[in-house]
């Protein structure tokens, strides 16, 4: 339909250069309805993913789409129909089918990892005010995404894909479908900009929205709260010094820091002078702005900021900035911050952390080293890999990917139902072993205690060995994997025992004076800092945490590496252990479950509560606590025989149900608790496995549902591969359980 066309009506100026008459260089993308999607191909480079449009037909026809690019797209796979499943196991084999024909060539697996709605706009802004052209499949694809995802009722966007209407989410996607070439005037536009102004502008907007936006030009610095690299500068012994805060948090920060210390702004241009005028509920010119600095809308304040942080931000503003903050002082936290920058752009090979942190590092070389720069260039070429096409457009991705995670749970998926040593599945998982030894870290990061990092010798990362960040529990998933294989009659030993030593020692280093075990590093503070919690849209964001998922997935790792090296630090690790297991029942809820931060959320966590317990034989029979986590699960389960827990339990701390009904992933979660605890009654555990199989395709696959991960409490993150690793798991975990049950 016309009125649904991106483009209208253009300024001459808009023609020649993203909206300005002045010479802004980067020309406004061109905008079609959709592109061409038999053109588009996944590159997988030793795992680093890049998608790219063929516009040229021979080079079309040379690199020929793959089922895994069609898959990912939503394109028809035109795969037969195989036989019906007879049993749980028959069930297993076919979903093995479906799920290895998108192994990639370097042996993992690929996936979207987005949800989260504040990825792309801070891509698609770096790459704006660097003035980096924007091609027009690209800018189609993300005009698509973010038509696809706005609010059915009011037009807006959240703060990820399932959540209500924000301003964070409606400010800066509004703000990027204007960057990209879409014209005020659209109607989706003038929907979302009603609604934005119904919720109060942008002026209403949190701390991480007046950021991009002032450095896009389109805010005034007075908006933004201070962020002083001073910080940087303090003693390590300080209680509030940013080496102790989470990873996530001090890598945002860093560059946060040095770009709000700058006042740096971008080249104005007539797009931005519109934004202005088009985000803004009043006069531009008239804004209170420091006025506004604490103004935000009560959709997004899900962690209001504490009265600590508030008399902190007054002294900061109105006595330290303007009357003591002395030059030298300044300069010399920002070449502290730039020195951290450049270590982690070093560290990293310019993929960094994650794409917060990317894309403000980029800016931040742009502004320190110019345009033409080798950091500039680096950053963008690693840009492209947090990119990723689907049906619906161009997203960002959470991290660069989801490699050695995915990877790992395939593989114990295949072992849980007993096919490891089945000759069908031998080049699978070969591939799979051969990419775990490619991406295992050899060694620590240059200037490690320099730049604050973790010991990372031996570890996993959760994408691939380029971003290098250790985590705990893709450290010990991808231990267990290969241990697995590397123990199964007719697999090599590709990684040697000194290698699976190093990851030990590694994994040995996560656990907190608590028992449990953190994600990234051990916390280096109480959760007092949360009062310096700045981000208002995300809760425990300021230090890092213990979790079930983390200290299970460690102890389960630790008591593998036992049963093959029992004497390798054998008194360390039962030491470990013992602790790690008196945390977890430390952190039962009265209801028998645990709560879950990674993923959706009782549900989750209680299933890898009760496999740290049969760790150590407490189960059903023997354990109370075994049995309250049991029992909690049996309580949730519905009618059909599966589970739904919506993303709000993770917001509110209390288990509430999903509006769509039963979910195969969360269904497939509570099965593996509950088979893992020794569940005495089949007849539960039948109907979930029921409602798996009878979900099945065809072609053995199942389809996507609701979304199934979470960080920071408030934030929902897709884990579409879940769906394929943990039903797989759950149907092999019962058929060898029960052998003769056949189900259907």
């Known amino acids: 339909m016309a009125q649904e066309k991106a483009t209208s009506k253009r300024s001459a100026g808009e023609a020649n250069g993203n909206g300005d008459a002045n010479g802004h260089t ?97 891509v698609v802004i770096a790459w704006y005010v660097t003035k980096t052209p924007i091609p027009w499949y690209k800018a189609t694809e993300i005009k698509n995404y973010l038509f696809a995802r706005a609010h059915p009722e009011d037009g807006g966007w959240g703060l990820h894909i399932e959540g209500e209407t924000s301003v964070l989410g409606t400010a800066l996607n509004y703000t990027v479908l204007r ?75 860093l560059p946060m820091t040095y770009l ?55 002294l900061l503003v109105n006595v330290w900035n303007p009357y003591i903050r ?76 989801v490699q050695c995670w995915d990877t790992a749970f395939a593989i114990q998926a295949v072992m849980d139902a007993g096919l490891t040593e089945d000759p069908r ?139 093959h090296w029992p004497d390798y630090r054998a008194h360390e690790i039962k030491e470990f252990k013992a602790r790690s297991v008196k945390w977890i029942k430390t952190v039962q809820r009265p209801h028998g479950g645990w709560y879950g931060s990674w993923a959706i959320c009782f549900t989750y966590a209680t299933m890898f509560a009760l496999e740290s317990l049969s760790s150590i034989d407490e189960t059903y029979e023997n354990s109370s606590y075994s049995k309250r986590g049991c029992d909690f699960l049996i309580s949730k389960q519905r009618e059909d025989g599966g589970w739904s827990e919506s993303y709000k339990a993770c917001e509110t701390g209390e288990y509430i149900e999903h509006p769509t009904g039963s979910q195969v992933v969360m269904t497939a979660w509570a099965l593996i608790g509950l088979m893992k605890a020794k569940y005495p009654h089949i007849e539960p555990i039948k109907k979930g496995i029921k409602l798996i199989m009878d979900r099945q395709q065809p072609n053995g696959e199942w389809l996507q549902e609701a979304i199934e991960g979470v960080f920071n409490k408030s934030c929902m993150i897709s884990y579409p591969n879940y769906k394929f690793t943990f039903t797989i798991k759950a149907l092999g975990m019962f058929a060898k359980r029960y052998p003769n049950e056949t189900v259907v």
Request: glycine letters at 6%.
């Open 26 to 122: 980067a020309k406004r993308p061109r905008i079609e309805e959709r592109t061409d999607y038999s053109r588009w191909r996944m590159r997988d480079d030793e795992s680093r993913h890049t998608w790219h449009y063929l516009e040229d037909d021979n080079e079309a026809k040379q690199w020929t789409q793959t089922l895994a690019d069609k898959y990912f797209l939503g394109l028809p796979l035109d795969l037969p129909e195989l036989e019906k499943p007879k049993s749980p196991l028959d069930a297993v084999k076919n979903g093995l089918t479906f799920f290895e024909k998108l192994q990639m060539p370097s042996g993992h697996w690929a996936c979207e990892y987005g949800g989260p709605m504040f990825l792309l706009p801070g």
């Open 179 to 253: 960057l990209v070439g879409v014209d005020a005037d659209h109607p989706k536009m003038i929907k979302a900009r009603a609604t934005l102004h119904k919720l109060g502008g942008v002026t209403h907007a949190p701390h991480w929205t007046k950021f991009w936006l002032s450095v896009l030009g389109v805010l005034d610095w007075d908006i933004v709260n201070p962020v002083p690299p001073e910080l940087w500068l303090l003693p390590d012994w300080v209680p509030i010094a940013p080496w102790r805060w989470w990873i996530h948090m001090r890598q945002v920060m």
């Open 260 to 314: 709000w210390s700058k006042k740096w702004q971008a080249e104005e241009t007539d797009v931005i002078r519109s934004l202005r005028k088009e985000l803004l509920c009043e006069d531009w010119a008239k804004v209170n702005w420091c006025g506004h600095r604490n103004t935000i809308s009560p959709r997004d304040n899900y962690h209001p900021k504490t009265w600590l942080l508030n008399s902190i931000n007054w």
């Open 326 to 401: 002395p030059k030298f002082l300044v300069e010399k936290a920002e070449a502290w911050v730039s020195e951290l920058l450049d270590m982690e752009d070093r560290n990293t090979d310019y993929a960094d952390l994650a794409p917060v942190n990317a894309a403000m590092n980029l800016v931040c070389c742009y502004v320190r080293d110019g345009p033409g720069s080798y950091s500039v260039r680096r950053h963008l070429e690693r840009t492209e890999e947090f990119l990723w096409v689907k049906d619906e457009g161009l997203l960002c991705n959470g991290t660069n990917g």
């Open 425 to 563: 599945w031998r080049d699978m998982l070969m591939k799979a072993l051969k990419y775990l030894d490619s991406q295992q870290i050899r060694d620590n990061v240059k200037d490690q205690a320099k730049c604050y990092r973790q010991q990372r010798k031996g570890a996993w990362a959760f994408s691939n060995k380029d971003q290098g960040y250790a985590v705990s529990d893709c450290v010990s998933e991808a231990l267990k994997s290969v241990i697995i294989l590397q123990k199964t009659p007719g697999f090599p030993t590709l990684i040697d025992d000194q290698r699976i030593y190093d990851a030990i020692d590694t994994l040995l280093t996560y656990q907190s004076p608590s028992g449990g075990c953190a994600s990234y590093e051990p916390p280096r503070a109480g959760t007092w800092l949360e009062m310096l919690n700045a981000a208002e849209v995300f809760g425990n964001i300021m230090v890092e945490y213990d979790y079930p998922e983390c200290t299970t997935a460690v102890v389960t790792a630790l008591s593998l590496f036992s049963k």
